[in-house]
T-cell receptor, first 114, second 111 residues
Framework: ETGVTQSPTHLIKTRGQQVTLRCSSQ?????VSWYQQALGQGPQFIFQ???????GRGNFPPRFSGLQFPNYSSELNVNALELDDSALYLC?????????????FGPGTRLLVL | QQPVQSPQAVILREGEDAVINCSSS?????VHWYRQKHGEAPVFLMI?????EQKGHEKISASFNEKKQQSSLYLTASQLSYSGTYFC????????????FGTGTRLQVTL
């Protein structure tokens, strides 16, 4: 158990719709990262938030946006859904392991766009 | 730039050893190893920092060659529970806490 939770676990949407995915990090973990994992691929970095500010972004279009809240929860919003957005979406909470930070993943939300 | 993992897949009998490699074209600050079972989230195994460090966790250990920007994960006396897909996540120098994951190595351990 990583202490990171995500909701919902599964979601089905149609092309053009909007979706909001939620993540609850471990208390005290100020950094949260979001990843998209397509079937058979490694997780792809979407963006990262630190203390409610975006702290880096991967190669994803602006229709992918996020928010982080003071209570260690965060959201990933995707507008104008496309078929290729179908994937497992993972959030990862950063925590210190000795002198180094690592990322602990939540169980993910599996999104299917029809 | 995505790190390259090899092999792409490996099948072992229980008790056999395996090595999974991860290679990057960028200067790395650290390498993070994860194991993901089907339908589940990646589970953290270990971190290696630059400096040629080698670490171990039960029968799983890893090394990091900073000069070659390569890391290897060593699985000894494999158990059925080791089955899954192994990912290396690389942290490039200057991009704190942002991991770039390889395409994964699928490991299957059989009786």
């Amino acid at each position: 158990e990583t202490g990171v939770t995500q909701s919902p676990t599964h979601l089905i949407k149609t092309r053009g719709q909007q979706v909001t995915l939620r993540c609850s990090s471990q208390s005290g973990h100020n950094t949260v990262s979001w990843y998209q994992q397509a079937l058979g691929q490694g997780p792809q970095f979407i963006f990262q938030y630190y203390r409610e500010e975006e702290n880096g972004r991967g190669n994803f279009p602006p229709r992918f946006s996020g928010l982080q809240f003071p209570n260690y929860s965060s959201e990933l919003n995707v507008n104008a859904l496309e078929l290729d957005d179908s994937a497992l979406y993972l959030c990862a909470s950063s925590g210190w392991l000795g002198p180094q930070e690592t990322q602990y993943f939540g169980p993910g939300t599996r999104l299917l766009v029809l | 730039q995505q790190p390259v993992q090899s092999p792409q897949a490996v099948i072992l009998r229980e008790g056999e050893d395996a090595v999974i490699n991860c290679s990057s074209s960028k200067a790395l600050y650290s390498v993070h190893w994860y194991r993901q079972k089907h339908g589940e989230a990646p589970v953290f195994l270990m971190i290696l920092l630059k400096g040629g460090e080698q670490k171990g966790h039960e029968k799983i250990s890893a090394s990091f060659n900073e000069k070659k920007q390569q890391s290897s994960l060593y699985l000894t006396a494999s158990q059925l529970s080791y089955s899954g897909t192994y990912f290396c996540g690389t942290e490039i120098v200057g991009t704190a806490s942002k991991l770039t994951f390889g395409t994964g190595t699928r490991l299957q351990v059989t009786l």
